[in-house]
């Protein structure tokens, strides 16, 4: 079962108030998938109803378990996920030292959330010190590599579009999709959300908003307008782009200035508008000068 059936099922079973919903929970916080694990975590600080008959200490002691094995992933796109689970930690009973090692935390974010808990728990000597994880290098070399460059996205049963790079208005997400993008990265990914009239957005190796590639990408917000075919970076907040991309299908003047605009398509539009939600990447190409910069990695 895919982890997304999962999620949605138990996010009903939230819903329902169904007694079984806090043992699936407990279960789901097990499962690699971070938009799974931010639901059961949302249903362990669910209503009254379900908290019944709930150890605090039990339910503490798993949401623990998680965040270190999500926190030893060493994902910034993991963002969500822990600090919800910093927030329901913070109103169950813990062992302070059990926190204090997230306040050298590799996210300013959960550090910060992490000293902001342990100062109400009035512990002493609580600075945050995060330590920032490397940010993938960036050449001026590699970024006028990809000048006139385009993306040949081959999908599966539904044909081929291309994109052009802007290099000069973002180049650094540019280089970040097109160096992905040669490694595979995208290759057998979905697009996994179609909002009519408004984008196609893909490229999650979960297919769902919360699982991604880190570390996380800087916006660049440029003059570009989110004209219908510009290609984005979808983020959760400022500066939080995973390589997910999406296509605006109309023009949509509300995104600018908030979201990056690193490509446009040239041709295939007519492929992008009749995409489906679930439709598989077959590979992406880097083409330069007309033809393919290297080799892809195969379908993963």
Do not use: C
């Amino acid at each position: 079962m895919h982890d997304n059936v999962r999620e949605a099922a138990l996010a009903e079973l939230i819903r329902l108030e169904h007694p079984d919903a806090l043992r699936v929970a407990l279960e789901a916080l097990d499962r690699p998938d971070y938009q799974l694990a931010l639901t059961a975590t949302r249903a362990l600080a669910a209503t009254p109803a379900l908290q019944e008959g709930t150890d605090p200490a039990s339910v503490g002691a798993a949401l623990l378990k998680a965040l270190a094995r999500i926190t030893a992933e060493r994902r910034e796109t993991s963002r969500d996920v822990r600090m919800a689970i910093l927030s329901r930690l913070e109103a169950l009973p813990a062992n302070p030292n059990a926190l204090r090692p997230y306040l050298s935390d590799f996210d300013p974010a959960v550090a910060a959330k992490t000293a902001e808990i342990l100062k109400g728990w009035q512990q002493p000597d609580v600075v945050p010190t995060p330590r920032r994880l490397p940010s993938m290098p960036v050449t001026l070399a590699a970024v006028n590599d990809l000048r006139d460059a385009r993306l040949r996205f081959t999908m599966i049963a539904r044909g081929t579009f291309e994109m052009r790079l802007l290099v000069e208005e973002a180049p650094v997400s540019a280089l970040r999709v097109a160096t992905r993008a040669r490694e595979g990265y995208y290759n057998g990914l979905t697009f996994h959300r179609i909002a009519p009239n408004f984008v196609v957005q893909g490229g999650s190796p979960g297919a769902n908003e919360y699982m991604g590639d880190g570390p996380y990408m800087r916006d660049e917000v440029g003059l570009v307008s989110h004209r219908r075919g510009t290609v984005g970076i979808s983020t959760r907040g400022r500066d939080t782009g995973d390589a997910q991309i999406f296509i605006n299908l109309v023009d949509s003047p509300r995104l600018d200035h908030t979201y990056t605009v690193f490509a446009e398509v040239t041709s295939g539009m007519d492929v992008v508008d009749a995409l489906l939600e679930g439709d598989a990447i077959d590979r992406v190409e880097v083409l330069l000068g007309g033809t393919q910069s290297t080799p892809t990695v195969g379908p993963r």
